[in-house]
């Protein structure tokens, strides 16, 4: 083998949920949100298309100035509290290099957003995961160890379940000679932000997305929120890394979507109400349902193991998630489309679900 192979950085990468060109498929694997953008959001779109050319031309801004100060007053911090990327993956990875640099171990749940073992595993991070109780509840306590950060995901994914504002300041509390990452992507979905923590707290960042609950995914933004100093850090590390992360159209229409809050607020409600119609009709379909405070549920059917229906699912052109790991391969996460991709779904469902108790 020749030397250079040798000196090939191995690593397993993040799985994501697939994307289908197909747009017949009812598509409930990703956690999209099934409703478009704001009205805004498209209006600034179409104006870049008209007259753009020098939005497109130029590099964009480095320090992301209208976005980092639109956030800063939708958050009431200072937007040198406010640190921007393209999604928050991006946010997070940045956050990884920059904080966990300690021969202890990083601490994140077993249960729970698996991007986090793919950073620490390509960083060379020592990590540690924590076990969720059978229930799939985080106990902070588990968490005072000896460890070089703490990564939490509230509400956590792939289960949606929330933990409470003073668990997160007991923690944080308890831990601080770390930083302490909240991964709060579904937090505009329900649950309490930690946020009220970074006045207080130097060593708390919060990280956001506008993937799901502001619909655009596609757009890739993200930002984190926290003391001056991780802020900087966090600058520091991307100024060195790459000056230009953040294209001018996502600066652009990530500015017109925070300032729309009531378009914002209407697609929530919708979604929280389809959540509660959602969990209901599967509890009537047999499916055991975890809390959730997200845009998705997490459910397991009484009989028939996940797989089968994720499969007889797919057969009817209705994608969910099936994540095939210890703990989680009997559970499907389904997230929450529109009342109509819902009635579609559950009228799939129940197919699925006579088939599989024909073969019985
Ligand atoms: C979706 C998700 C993200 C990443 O979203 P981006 O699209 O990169 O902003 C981060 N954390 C969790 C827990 C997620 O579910």
């Not at 930690?194 to 995914?217: C, G, H, M, W």
């Not at 959730?292 to 009484?302: G, K, L, T």
Request: charged share 25%; glycine share 6%.
């Amino acid at each position: 083998m020749a030397m250079w192979k040798e000196f090939i950085r191995k690593t397993i990468p993040y799985v994501p949920g697939e994307q289908p060109s197909d747009k017949k498929i009812i598509k409930l694997n990703t956690n999209e949100n099934p409703y478009p953008p704001s009205p805004k959001v498209l209006k600034a779109a179409v104006e870049l298309g008209e007259k753009g050319a020098d939005d497109l031309r130029r590099y964009p801004d480095p320090e992301v100035k209208k976005l980092v100060q639109t956030l800063s007053a939708y958050h009431g911090v200072w937007p040198e509290n406010v640190f921007t990327g393209v999604g928050s993956d991006d946010v997070l990875s940045v956050a990884f290099l920059t904080f966990f640099n300690s021969p202890k171990p990083v601490l994140f749940a077993d249960i729970t957003y698996s991007f986090y073992s793919v950073w620490t595993d390509i960083y060379r991070i020592p990590s540690k995961t924590i076990p969720v109780d059978e229930d799939f509840r985080i106990h902070v306590s588990d968490y005072n160890i000896p460890n070089g950060g703490i990564v939490i995901a509230n509400p956590n994914a792939p289960t949606g379940i929330s933990l409470p504002l003073e668990d997160i300041r007991a923690l944080v509390e308890a831990n601080q000679d770390s930083v302490v990452i909240v991964d709060e992507a579904y937090i505009d979905f329900g649950g309490q932000s930690a946020l009220a923590l970074i006045k207080d707290y130097e060593n708390v960042l919060v990280v956001r997305t506008f993937s799901k609950s502001r619909s655009l995914a596609g757009l890739r933004v993200g930002y984190a929120l926290g003391s001056e100093t991780l802020i900087k850090a966090m600058n520091d590390v991307k100024f060195s890394i790459n000056s230009y992360t953040m294209n001018a159209p996502a600066i652009k229409l990530g500015v017109e979507c925070v300032q729309d809050r009531e378009y914002f607020a209407e697609c929530i409600r919708k979604i929280k109400d389809t959540r509660e119609y959602t969990v209901e009709n599967l509890q009537r379909n047999g499916f055991k349902v975890l809390p959730s405070d997200a845009n998705f549920v997490f459910a397991s059917h009484i009989r028939h193991p996940a797989k089968k229906i994720f499969e007889g699912l797919k057969k009817r052109k209705v994608f969910v998630r099936f994540f095939d790991k210890p703990r989680i391969n009997n559970y499907l996460r389904i997230s929450i489309g529109t009342d109509d991709e819902m009635r579609s779904f559950f009228k799939e469902l129940r197919g699925v679900l006579n088939d599989l108790a024909l073969d019985f």
